[in-house]
């Protein structure tokens, strides 16, 4: 059986359940490397795909017999079937923050389960620490977002579009990686002051200040970086901010370690922006894995301690509603005594 799979049934043990309904297909492609539409069941004996006819082949050309999982194809299950999978179980856990109301009576019903337990993030949890797979597959698509940036710096010129480098930051990665891991963000000129500004029509000109943040899958595993870089030059009244943001980035940076604990982190950050009159207005960073944010979450609402391997990022902004904004972020690795930076594209003034 597989080391994830393994852990999940160790746990289980330890909760005292006898068998779980995992329905997140994010939890489903950690635990099983599969990627598509199914339902995962752990059962006394068995670990259980149920999926359809349209995916079958796909599943059985990913999984391995060291994975030990049968695949069900959803035609061929009975009422019977169903009702037995979970016979003499008696506490059974699900995803409560995943499956709707009914989703969760539709489970009783089918399954005849006389208790289903809350299982609390379980999974959620686990995948905040990465293995060396996780960390290599994110690592390959920070590399090639570092690739993807040197060569938009090339590209970009005055008079195009922000969605003209959207759409050309959007082909790179279909061409070297799995797509984008969110949707693409450039922002130029006032529209940098919107933290999650949409590419529009707006045109890049001289001595613009241009945002973009970027990301792409390997493997299923994300990359995300911003930088703010500027056009012809780097205008005075931006300087100053620019400078504070890049400090706060470096120094938490060098704060990032085991132990670190997220909402002091975060609280730095936003003491020495209100001391120049300014707002941290997003969290100081999120993890970042099979989604592109996902626990653990650097914010001032967050108490929680970082640990070895996760892996995060580390993106403070500044926005000044109708004017500018600038936010530096890189997707960090923490390690036992520090921290390593998986995105190594220049930060210092970039001019264009």
């Known amino acids: 059986m597989n080391s994830k799979l393994q852990w999940l049934r160790n746990t289980m043990n330890s909760l005292d ?11 489903i492609k950690y635990l099983t490397n599969i990627d598509a539409e199914g339902i995962l ?30 695949v069900y194809d959803l035609k061929d299950i009975s009422k019977d079937d ?15 923050y995943y499956v709707t109301y009914a989703d969760y009576k539709e489970m009783i019903r089918k399954y005849k389960i006389n208790n289903l337990v809350e ?13 060396k797979d996780e960390i290599s597959n994110i690592a390959k698509a920070c590399n090639i977002t570092d690739d993807c940036f040197k060569h938009i710096l090339n590209y970009i010129k005055p008079g195009m579009t922000e969605k003209q480098i959207a759409k050309e930051i959007d082909e790179y990665y279909n061409i070297n990686a799995e797509g984008v891991s969110f949707d693409t963000i450039v922002a130029s000129g006032e529209n940098t002051s919107k ?28 990359s995300d970086m911003t930088r703010t870089f500027f056009v012809g030059e780097v205008l005075e ?3 100053e901010v620019y400078d504070l943001v890049l400090k706060n980035q470096l120094q938490t940076q060098e704060d990032f370690k085991d132990g670190a604990n997220t909402r002091l982190l975060t609280k730095m950050v936003e003491n020495d922006f209100k001391l120049h009159n300014y707002d941290l207005v997003h969290s100081l960073g999120h993890g970042v894995g099979l989604e592109i944010h996902e626990a653990p979450y650097i914010s001032y609402k967050s108490d929680t301690q970082l640990k070895e391997n996760m892996v995060v990022t580390n993106e403070p902004g500044i926005y000044i509603p109708g004017k ?17 930076s998986l995105t190594n594209s220049k930060k210092d003034y970039i001019v264009i």
Do not use: W
């Not at 933290?195 to 994300?222: F, L, Q, S």
């Open 195 to 222: 933290p999650h500004a949409i590419p529009t029509d707006r045109k890049i000109k001289e001595k613009d200040i241009i945002t973009i943040d970027m990301g792409c899958k390997v493997n299923g595993y994300c």
């Open 237 to 239: 009244e931006v300087k």
């Open 119 to 131: 299982t609390e993030h379980i999974i959620e949890k686990q995948r905040m620490i990465k293995d």
């Open 82 to 96: 169903y009702e037995n999978f979970f016979l003499f179980c008696e506490n059974v856990g699900f995803e409560e």
């Open 17 to 27: 359940l006898q068998g779980i309904i995992i329905s997140n297909p994010v939890n």
């Open 324 to 340: 500018f904004g600038v936010r530096i972020e890189d997707t960090v690795q923490i390690t036992k005594f520090g921290s390593v």
């Open 41 to 70: 069941l752990l059962t006394r004996k068995d670990n259980i795909f149920i999926t359809d006819a349209r995916y079958i082949e796909h599943v059985h050309s990913i999984l391995t017999l060291y994975d030990e999982i049968i």
